[in-house]
C-alpha cells in the first residue's frame, strides 16, 4: 500500500481557527466528545507553539501568514493604530462604541476597504497573489485580510447603507474564490449570513460556503477558510473554554462530510489546523485587571475620539487590548521618554519600548533597569536573526549562552518588538502588560473574569498548529515562517 504522504495531493486547505490554544484543546480531546479535530490529531504532526506576530491581533495575524513579513514590511500594525500622514486614528473595530466615535462610515470603509487595498503594503505580496502570477487559485473565505489578483466587488447591504454613507458596491481585488461575509459569496444560501449572524462574519457561514467548494468540486490549489466565533467565547469565559472547540469541531463535520469521505479528504490534500492567536486571562476585581491608560498618562491631554486631533493635544492612544501605541504629537514639549516614565510607575506594565537614535530602549513597570537592542551585531537568536544588546536582558526574559539569545516568556522579542516599532510612521512608545491584565482606554472593551489579547506575553503569542498530508516543516515554528512553507507545499502537490 502506498502511504498517504507519497500520494501527490490537489492542493492545501487551511482552516484557521480564532482562538485556539494548545492547552485548552489538549483538555478538549481528553474531556469532550470530539470527532473531527481528533480525527487529523491522530493522523497529523502536532505543533503546539507556533509564534505569532506582535501585536497579537487578528488583521496583523493574518497579514503576516498572507504575506510572509512581519509588520514592519506589511505595514498593518495592529486593529487600532494612528496614521500620521492622515492624522487620524484608524481602527478596524474594537468595539462598536470606538466606530461609532471615530466615524462609523470611515471606520467601515478603512476595513472594508483601506485595510487590504491601501493600508497592506503593496511592497509584499499575499499568498493569493503569488499564486496567481504562477497561474495557479486560491480561495479566501472570510478572513479579514485577502487581497488578491482578482478584481470583484463587494456589496455593502442595504441596512447597513442605511446608516452611512457608502458606496453600494466597492471594487477591490481579491483571492478568485472570495467569501466575506454577506458582502461577497460563493453559494446561493442566504442562510447564517441575516444581520442578526453578524452578516455572515461567523464560523457556520464560513463552513457552509467553503462546503459549496467542496460539493462542487472547485476546490482551488489553496484555500484559507477562517472560523472567527471562538474568539468572544474565550474573551468571556476565559483562556481554558473547551466548548467553544466543541462548538467548532461539530461545526466542522458538514465540512468533511461534503467530501466523498473523510479519507479522500485527508487523501487528496495537505490539511493546516491552526489558531491565530492565544489569550491571557483577565483577573475578576476591575480596579485591580484593568489598566486606565488615560490614568498613567495624566496629566498629557490625549486626543478624543469623537473630536479627532486639536491643536492643543500632546499624545493619541491607539488601544489593542492588551498592548497599546501611544504616540506624541509634540515630540519637542513630551518626548517619548516622558511617556515611558509614567508607564514604568506601574508595576502591571510588562514592557514598554520605543526607538531612539537607531536603538530600542526597553524598560518595565516598578523596576529601574533598561534595556536597549539593535539590529545586527554578534548575537544570534533562536531564528538566526543578528543583534547588539546592551543592559539587562531580563527584562525580555532572555537566556543567553556566549553569543546565542534563547527567548523565554516573550518568544521571538527582539524581533517582534523591532517590527512593530517600525511597522508604520510616528514618534510612539508600544507597551503590554503582564498577564491577568488589560488596558482601558476611551470606549474600549473590557473584558475582567475573562480573557484578552494583543499583548507581548507567550500566553497570547503561541498558538497551534496541526498539518496532515505532508512530513515537511517550516524552517521555524512562527507565523511569519508560514507562507514559504505553504507555497513550497503547492508548487510540490
Ligand atoms: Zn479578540
Not at 127 to 156: F, R, Y
Not at 316 to 321: E, F, P, T
Not at 375 to 386: A, H, I, L, P, V
Not at 452 to 469: A, Y
Request: proline share 5%; with cysteine.
Amino acid at each position: 500500500m502506498v502511504s498517504q504522504e507519497t500520494l501527490p495531493k490537489k492542493g492545501v486547505i487551511m482552516v484557521m481557527l480564532d482562538t485556539l490554544m494548545d492547552k485548552p484543546f489538549q483538555q478538549a480531546l481528553e474531556q469532550e466528545d470530539l470527532s473531527v479535530l481528533p480525527y487529523f490529531m491522530d493522523r497529523g504532526e502536532y505543533y503546539p507553539r507556533v509564534v505569532a506576530p506582535y501585536p497579537t491581533m487578528s488583521v496583523n495575524v493574518e497579514s503576516t501568514l498572507l504575506t510572509g513579513h512581519y509588520p514592519d514590511q506589511h505595514r498593518v500594525p495592529a486593529l487600532a493604530w494612528f496614521n500620521q500622514k492622515e492624522n487620524r486614528l484608524i481602527n478596524y473595530g474594537t468595539h462598536v462604541l470606538e466606530m461609532r466615535k471615530l466615524g462609523l462610515s470611515t471606520c467601515l470603509y478603512d476595513s472594508f476597504y483601506r485595510l487590504n487595498q491601501e493600508h497592506l503594503s503593496s511592497d509584499v505580496k499575499t499568498i493569493h497573489e503569488e499564486l496567481a502570477d504562477q497561474g495557479l487559485t486560491s480561495a479566501s473565505i472570510n478572513p479579514l485580510m485577502h487581497k488578491g489578483n482578482v478584481p470583484t466587488t463587494i456589496t455593502v447591504p442595504s441596512l447597513i447603507r442605511l446608516f452611512v454613507s457608502l458606496e453600494k458596491n466597492i471594487e477591490i481585488s481579491a483571492a478568485d474564490k472570495f467569501v466575506y461575509g454577506r458582502l461577497a459569496n460563493l453559494s446561493p444560501l442566504k442562510k447564517y449570513s441575516r444581520l442578526w449572524n453578524k452578516y455572515g462574519f461567523n464560523n457556520k457561514f464560513s463552513i457552509q460556503e467553503f462546503s459549496h467548494l467542496v460539493k462542487n468540486d472547485t476546490i482551488p490549489d489553496f484555500s484559507f477558510v477562517y472560523l472567527p466565533d471562538h474568539d468572544k467565547n474565550v474573551h468571556k469565559r476565559g483562556p481554558m473554554d473547551t466548548k467553544g472547540i466543541k462548538d467548532m469541531d461539530k461545526q466542522l463535520k458538514p465540512l468533511m462530510d461534503a467530501f466523498p469521505s473523510w479519507e479522500e479528504a485527508l487523501k487528496n490534500y495537505i490539511w493546516i489546523i491552526i489558531g491565530d492567536n492565544g489569550q491571557s486571562g483577565v483577573q475578576k476585581d476591575k480596579n485591580k485587571a484593568l489598566v486606565d491608560i488615560r490614568k498613567l498618562l495624566q496629566p498629557l491631554k490625549i486626543t478624543k475620539l469623537r473630536k479627532g486631533v486639536q491643536n492643543d493635544d500632546q499624545v493619541v492612544v491607539a488601544s489593542n487590548l492588551r498592548s497599546c501605541f501611544i504616540y506624541t504629537l509634540k515630540p519637542d514639549e513630551v518626548p517619548v521618554t516622558e511617556i515611558a516614565e509614567k508607564l514604568q510607575t506601574d508595576s502591571r506594565v510588562e514592557m514598554a519600548a520605543w526607538k531612539s537614535e537607531g536603538w530600542i530602549h526597553v524598560i518595565k513597570g516598578e523596576c529601574n533597569e533598561t534595556f536597549t537592542f539593535k539590529e545586527g551585531g554578534s548575537m544570534k537568536d533562536e531564528y538566526k536573526q543578528t543583534w547588539e544588546i546592551d543592559g539587562d536582558h531580563s527584562l525580555l526574559d532572555l537566556s543567553i549562552t556566549e553569543n546565542v539569545i534563547e527567548f523565554g516568556d516573550y518568544p521571538d522579542a527582539l524581533k517582534r518588538l523591532h517590527s512593530a516599532l517600525h511597522s508604520h510612521e510616528g514618534e510612539f512608545v508600544v507597551t503590554s502588560v503582564k498577564p491577568g491584565h488589560e488596558f482601558i482606554s476611551e470606549s474600549t472593551p473590557k473584558h475582567p473574569n475573562g480573557a484578552s489579547h494583543g499583548g507581548f506575553h507567550k500566553n497570547d503569542s503561541f498558538i497551534p498548529m496541526l498539518v496532515t498530508g505532508t512530513d515537511a516543516a517550516p524552517d521555524f515554528l512562527r507565523i511569519v515562517d508560514l507562507k514559504k512553507w505553504i507555497l513550497n507545499l503547492i508548487q510540490s502537490a
